[in-house]
């Protein structure tokens, strides 16, 4: 499978926990983006990456929250002192081309779910 | 800022029947434009796009959008619905500023729901 895969795909914590997600784009993939998408709603832009450099970040993105892509391969995304409104689907996406005509690939998303 | 709005959150059609998803778009600049399937538990699924080329865009399971410049709109169509086309439908615009870094800007989605 040469999808992007996410890691865990569930994710059930207690409200003040850390949690980290882990996304591996399509291999050769230069570019990777980060969502959340809360319960009918659409996804919402968090950040993105060029390589290692992380270039842009929503205001969505509180301090609790920090995205690296070491090396430009793999992505992790981590929530710090966990809140219920954190509550949400996590998707990663990755493309090649630059520009608006690329287009992003999605994995299947990590459903954190805080309690 | 560029947005997209999505007219009904569900659609309910027979298999067989027509198949047509609204979405408008605002943008300061000529859009792209692109609709993603989600299917339960799963990623989004990229159904086709608009960069400025054909106005008819053909995409992949029989599905087709029209964009309309006059009438700010990018709808989807399918003639002939399956039950398999049972999903929730994102319309989306890129936010492409300078620099070759694309956000994609999402409508609330629809539900399409097909009945035998």
């Known amino acids: 499978d040469t999808g992007v895969s996410q890691n865990p795909r569930h994710k059930i914590t207690k409200r003040g926990q850390n949690v980290t997600f882990r996304c591996d784009p399509i291999?050769?993939?230069?570019?990777l983006y980060w969502y959340r998408q809360t319960l009918g709603q659409g996804p919402e832009f968090l950040t993105y990456?060029?390589?290692?450099?992380?270039?842009?970040k929503s205001r969505l993105l509180s301090d609790r929250f920090s995205a690296e892509r070491p090396k430009g391969s793999f992505s992790t995304l981590e929530i710090q002192r966990t809140e219920q409104g954190d509550s949400a689907m996590y998707l990663c996406?990755?493309?090649?081309?630059?520009?608006?005509?690329?287009?992003?690939?999605f994995g299947p998303g990590t459903r954190l779910t805080v309690l | 800022a560029q947005s997209v709005t999505q007219l009904g959150s569900h659609v309910s059609v027979s298999e067989g029947a027509l198949v047509l998803l609204r979405c408008n778009y605002s943008?300061?600049?000529?859009?792209?434009l692109f609709w993603y399937v989600q299917y339960p538990n799963q990623g989004l699924q990229l159904l086709l796009k608009?960069?400025?080329?054909?106005?008819l865009v053909k995409g992949i399971n029989g599905f087709e959008a029209e964009f309309k410049k006059s009438e700010t709109s990018f709808h989807l169509t399918k003639p002939s619905a399956h039950m398999r086309d049972a999903a929730e439908y994102f319309c989306?615009?890129?936010?492409?500023?300078?620099?070759?870094?694309?956000?994609?800007?999402f409508g609330t989605g629809t539900r399409l729901l097909v009945s035998p």
């Open positions: 996406a990755s493309s090649s081309v630059s520009g608006a005509r690329s287009e992003q690939f």
């Open positions: 291999s050769e993939h230069n570019r």
């Open positions: 990456f060029q390589n290692e450099a992380q270039l842009e």
């Open positions: 943008s300061s600049v000529p859009p792209y």
């Open positions: 608009y960069t400025s080329a054909a106005t």
């Open positions: 989306a615009v890129s936010d492409h500023p300078g620099g070759g870094f694309q956000k994609l800007v």
